[in-house]
């Protein structure tokens, strides 16, 4: 069985408590997520099984969608409400939603984020939130992100519900503490759940729970084709010509110059037989096998 899974991930649960539910209801072992959620964290996660696990990395970079909610005042060391209280402004006076609009307006395009030190992301080959929990003190180096959409959706002081849609490796955590210092005082994330990633929305997802039924009564109407996510401009090769690109062979193409660097390569009955890549301008190779 190979294919994507857009599933709902519950809060409560990590991504890789998905990953392990799912292999036991299908008793497969090669599956695998792309794009980790929080456990806190609810929504859309893509859930790759079989030979689709190679297309996780591609998966990975889509744009996310979420919608959240921050509040106001409170600030923690995890930048969301589970976290321990560091300062708490109880005398904080209600700001107007005219206001409050408008900064989260201003952090729309292209910025340099900090991430939250409790985060999986690495320095020296340790995860950071392994420093937190010992209290060390680190430099975290920004990153460049790009909020391509952000709308305020409701404001009820002291909560304020977002929209937003960013690239990868952008963290609502830290969207919630930095709208906070603008807007004169602190905020954390109470709610968060993904939306969208790219071609999955939250409206055609499945829970655990439907998953687990459905497989077993042999629909597998929740297994997505490769294509039906990652879409990507295909390339027709004749039986030899693929056989000679699975052995490692690339093969010269005309009239590349209009191609994306990476495509399906497909025979000639439209199956796709992996994903190619373009070198040395003029010839054509597989990046990733999916046969």
Known sequence: MNGIVNVLKPTGMTSHDVVSRLRKITSIRKIGHAGTLDPNASGVLPVCIGKATRLSDYLMEYDKEYIFVLKLGLLTDTYDIYGK????????????????????????????????????????????????RQDIAVNIKKRKINIKKIELLDYSFPF???????TKGTYIRSICHDIGLALGTNAVMAILVRTASKNLSINNSYTLEQ???MYRLDDLRFLMAYDAVLKLESMFFDDDSLSRLINGVKIPKKELENYPQFFYIRNTKSKIFGIGEIVDTTYVKFKRLLI
């Open 85 to 132: 209280i560091i300062t708490e402004d109880k005398n904080l006076q209600v700001l107007e939603q005219a206001t409050v609009s408008a900064v989260i307006r201003s952090f729309e395009g292209e910025s340099w984020q900090t991430p939250p030190i409790y985060s999986a992301l690495k320095l020296d080959g340790k995860k950071l939130y392994e420093y937190a």
């Open 160 to 166: 304020i519900r977002i929209k937003a849609n960013v």
């Open 211 to 213: 998953i687990d039924e």
